[in-house]
């Protein structure tokens, strides 16, 4: 029995990159969770000011994935963005799921 789990990735690309090149690791992101679950909701934030300052950028490229995949998979997802030139920051979340209590 496989269990599947949903999860909430973010990752900040850096904005100093040409457009193409930020809409290519979006898309290379994208079609890697895709293969390896289900995408269930894409939210590009574009350029933000970062909170602090990393490798001496002030602005990257926000994007938030909302995804179900086996539970062995966060893991390699995380290994992926540490070795991809471009990621400046990334999180992967498990998202409990919410309970309903009667009173």
Known sequence: ???????????????????????ALVEK??????????IESV??????????PIDDKNE???????FSAKSDFPQ?????YRITDGIMRDIV????EKRKISK
């Open 1 to 23: 029995m496989e269990i599947i789990n949903k999860y909430e990735t973010i990752f900040v690309v850096d904005a100093s990159l040409e457009e193409e090149k930020i809409t």
């Open 60 to 66: 990257g490229y926000y994007v938030l994935i909302n």
């Open 43 to 52: 939210d590009e934030w574009g350029k933000r000011r970062l909170a602090y």
């Open 93 to 96: 979340i498990k998202k409990e």
């Open 76 to 80: 390699e997802l995380e290994r992926i």
């Open 29 to 38: 992101f994208k079609s890697l969770i895709s293969d390896a679950g289900e």
